[in-house]
């Protein structure tokens, strides 16, 4: 009976002294996380995460890329009175104002990362309609493929090589591979645009076929989100415009069309091909935005068009000045003056190789070169 007692005891004081045991091994256990923990270190991350500028000086929402800010001023706003309203940068970064030193720069913003070990420079430009369009500079827009767009100071063309691009998915073409590409043969300066309508891939995903890509460049802006889904929908037309009342498209183009048999559906083989010059005012409100491809002729929104009649086309080797006039169809022109002050326009111009190139319809081959555009508006009004 004293045996089993001591035992008994025996096997408890074991019992407590493992949980002491695992007691202390908790403690340890918690001492040392706490020791091993050190504080975060500084945010080495100096970026713009967002920015909004004082009301009734811009168009439209200022665009952000990698290290430049672009605003686009109202109709005689000075920009240099612009100011910051808001600005998000990452954690712990602070940001500081440096005045211009470049003509075309507003002002810099630099923004330093938590830890001060690095800064970045953001400039903040200006968009302004440019009086001639010389298609002198170009660049690369995509991190995946090596077509160009031109660029026109801080306003960007857009063109159907952004489709291209995801349709032949191939990041080994040059960008003289593309329907839109830069020529040296020019009216004046190094450089003109050429657009050349090309084989397509045919059938890529879906139902979707594409023979033949027509070339377009154009104003606006695109969806590659639905450039395979919905081609169509993917071309957004348009950008803000309030210089004056649009009055004449003036330029210099070559075309020639191709030679092989013409694309697309239930049409005659000996059908000409014809490239598409024009230029669209339209109306915005809270339905529209953007002109597409499937309503840019016919939209309720749209004020005037400016368009190069195919039958005046010529075909030669050398350059022939275009000279369109705008037509409005029974608008009141005052209440323009006064809307166009309110930014509720959007302006487009269109050049394409095949007219009907949006419908994967054309010769292959057919060409169109264009230098030296210019819009012609009126400002008495203002």
């Known amino acids: 009976m004293y045996i089993c007692f001591r ?21 340890l256990a918690t001492i040392c996380c706490f020791s091993c923990i050190k504080e975060e270190a500084p945010n080495d991350e100096a970026d713009i995460l ?19 800010i672009i605003v686009f001023p109202k109709k005689n706003a000075d920009p240099k009175s612009l100011r910051i309203k808001t600005i998000e940068l990452t954690a712990g970064a602070t940001f500081q104002i440096i005045d211009r030193q470049e003509s075309d ?5 630099d923004v330093t990362s938590e830890s001060y070990r690095y800064t970045k420079r ?37 063109s159907s090589n952004n489709g291209a691009a995801l349709a032949w998915n191939s990041q080994s073409k040059r960008a003289e591979d593309y329907p839109v590409r830069k020529t040296s043969k020019a009216v004046s ?16 995903t879906g139902n979707l076929n594409i023979p033949c890509l027509s070339a377009s460049l154009y104003l606006g802006g695109f969806n590659a989100m639905t450039g395979l889904s919905n081609p169509l929908k993917s071309t957004k037309f348009g950008i803000p415009f309030d210089e004056g009342k649009p009055e004449r498209l003036t330029g210099y183009y070559i075309y020639s069309e191709g030679n092989g048999e013409y694309i697309g559906d239930n049409v005659a083989e000996t059908i000409s091909d014809r490239c598409a010059i024009y230029a ?3 109306k915005i409100d809270e339905y529209t935005q953007f002109l597409y491809g499937d309503n840019i002729d016919t939209a309720r929104n749209i004020v005037a068009k400016a368009e190069l ?74």
């Open 7 to 27: 035992f008994i005891i025996y096997i408890m004081n074991i019992i407590k002294n493992m949980k002491l045991f695992r007691r202390i091994m908790l403690a």
């Open 50 to 68: 967002s920015i909004s500028f004082c009301d009734g000086m811009l168009r439209k929402k200022a665009e952000m890329g990698n290290d430049y």
């Open 122 to 158: 953001y400039s903040v430009t200006a968009s302004y309609f440019p009086a001639v369009f010389d298609f002198e500079t170009w660049e690369t827009p995509s991190k995946s493929y090596l077509y160009e767009n031109p660029k026109e100071a801080s306003l960007q063309w857009f």
């Open 309 to 382: 009649d195919p039958a005046d086309i010529v075909q030669t080797d050398s350059f022939s000045r275009f000279d369109i006039q705008f037509e409005y169809d029974t608008y009141p022109i005052p209440f323009l003056f006064t809307e166009l002050r309110e930014n509720l326009y959007r302006l487009t111009v269109v050049f394409a190789s095949s007219r009907n190139g949006h419908l994967y319809e054309g010769r292959i081959g057919s060409t169109l070169i264009i230098d030296n555009v210019k819009l012609e508006y009126d400002e008495e009004e203002y």
């Open 189 to 204: 300066g190094n450089t003109a645009v050429e657009l050349k309508t090309l084989e397509g891939p045919g059938k890529i």
């Open 280 to 282: 669209v005012l339209f």
């Open 105 to 109: 720069t507003l002002f810099f913003i």
